[in-house]
């Protein structure tokens, strides 16, 4: 058995996106996936790795329930990734 690389390139990424807005009617500006790495990114590094998914599930959860406003999903993600930068400080 081969063991497969879990890098993912930007042109899968990209294409992992489109599916995901396919399958879900969702349009580009509804899936920030800059912001959404962002957020992940600031998770795992202010709070710890295995942290990053929930602070997603969160932001998107919280996002969903606010509406189906683009920006309302950039307000969650900043807000989830507030929290993370002051984790520490606690």
Known sequence: ??????????????????????????????????????????VANG???PAAPLGAFVAGLVAGRAGDDPARVREALEAVAALAAVWEEQ
């Open 1 to 42: 058995m081969t063991e497969q690389s879990r890098t993912l390139p930007p042109e899968a990424l990209d294409a992992w996106a489109a599916t995901l807005r396919q399958r879900f009617g969702l349009a580009e500006a509804d899936v920030p996936v800059s912001a959404v790495l962002d957020l992940t990114r600031d």
């Open 47 to 49: 709070v710890a790795r």
